[in-house]
Nanobody, 113 residues
Framework: QVQLVESGGGLVQAGGSLRLSCAAS????????MGWYRQAPGKQRELVAS???????NYADSVKGRFTMSRDIAKNTVYLQMNNLQPEDTAVYYC???????WGQGTQVTVSS
């Protein structure tokens, strides 16, 4: 059983930055990767960024150059540094070990124009 707690969301103006954190109760290193997903109202959940067990990273085209995913293995925590935020980044952000059925409660990110 893995419990995930996301934090760091909030309200920010366009062009601002936020850093999200996802702390896992257990080691997620048994999984292939950890992903950050987001879901905006009325839209499907989408993958924003992921990091593999070996440290490889992938980003959605919409966030490349603005978002950076990192991890602290000792703390079982992954981060998402989000810079130059835009209103279209408004969503609830979730972390998700892959493959698994585990999801956190999410953290709301709201970007005002």
């Amino acid at each position: 059983q893995v419990q995930l707690v996301e934090s760091g969301g909030g309200l920010v103006q366009a062009g601002g930055s936020l850093r999200l954190s996802c702390a896992a109760s257990g080691s997620w290193f048994s999984f292939n990767a950890m992903g950050w997903y987001r879901q905006a109202p009325g839209k499907q959940r989408e993958l924003v960024a992921s990091i593999t067990r070996g440290g490889g990273r992938n980003y959605a085209d919409s966030v490349k150059g603005r978002f950076t995913m990192s991890r602290d293995i000792a703390k079982n925590t992954v981060y998402l540094q989000m810079n130059n935020l835009q209103p279209e980044d408004t969503a609830v952000y979730y972390c998700h070990p892959e493959p698994s059925d585990y999801w956190g409660q999410g953290t709301q990110v709201t970007v005002s124009s």
